[in-house]
């Protein structure tokens, strides 16, 4: 399969912990790109690392990427009740113009 | 604010009529625009690429007769789901690159609940 496959599938915490979520590919990428899904609306573009960077930060949000483990992860610091979401990765792959997205992560922050 | 519209945000039709969903990039041209279909609970499944002023790219599984995509404009894309059935029933999303499609996010819009009775 061409797309990312999150895990956990289902993460619950609280308030001010911070969630960790992993995804893992499987074959040479341009990119890897993190969205968020609120239930019943589009998905939001969180962050971009290309695959020459190895971590990138964004607010709250830091994303490590390791092309030799075809893997990646999303670390949602100081979490809180409005991060509850689904989160996707969506490799970029090479050759192919479009992303597929794997079954995300529903996170839920408990207050 | 929103970078793409999409419209109708919910819709309600009977079994064999046809809906046409609309997509729009509102400050961008969008030479590509993403067709996306969702379950409950599950992850998207694209359904389509559709190019501007050309054929779409229908992915595997996906009805080409059933799903028509039309890309007359450089901000607009429309789909329209023909006889549809209950089975059609689904939360479908847009999506288009601000520029190329490499190396680009996405901009998504807020989707369309279709529910077939």
């Known amino acids: 399969s061409q797309q990312g496959e999150e895990d956990p599938q289902a993460l619950s915490i609280q308030e001010g912990e911070n969630a960790t979520m992993n995804c893992s590919y499987k074959?040479?990428?341009?990119?890897l790109q993190w969205y968020r899904q609120n239930s019943g609306r589009g998905l939001v573009h969180l962050i971009l690392?290309?695959?020459?960077?190895r971590e990138k930060h964004s607010g709250r949000l830091r994303v490590t990427l390791d092309t030799s483990k075809k893997s990646s992860s999303l670390l949602i610091t100081a979490s809180r009740a409005a991060d509850t979401a689904s989160y996707f990765c969506a490799p970029e792959i090479q050759g192919a113009q479009k992303l597929v997205f794997g079954q995300g992560t529903r996170l839920t922050i408990n207050p | 604010g929103a970078v793409v519209s999409q419209h109708p945000s919910w819709v309600i039709c009977k079994s064999g009529t046809s809906v046409k969903i609309e997509c729009r990039s509102l400050d961008f041209q969008a030479t590509t625009m993403f067709w996306y279909r969702q379950f409950p609970k599950q992850s998207l499944m694209l359904m389509a690429t559709?190019?501007?002023?050309?054929?779409?790219?229908?992915e595997q599984g996906v009805e080409k007769d059933k799903f028509l995509i039309n890309h007359a404009s450089l901000t607009l894309s429309t789909l329209t789901v023909t006889s549809a059935h209950p089975e059609d029933s689904s939360f479908y999303i847009c999506s288009a690159p601000r520029g190329t499609v490499r190396n680009s996010p996405l901009h998504f819009g807020n989707g369309t609940r279709l529910t077939v009775t």
């Open positions: 074959t040479s990428i341009n990119n």
């Open positions: 690392i290309r695959s020459n960077e």
């Open positions: 559709s190019n501007e002023g050309s054929k779409a790219t229908y």
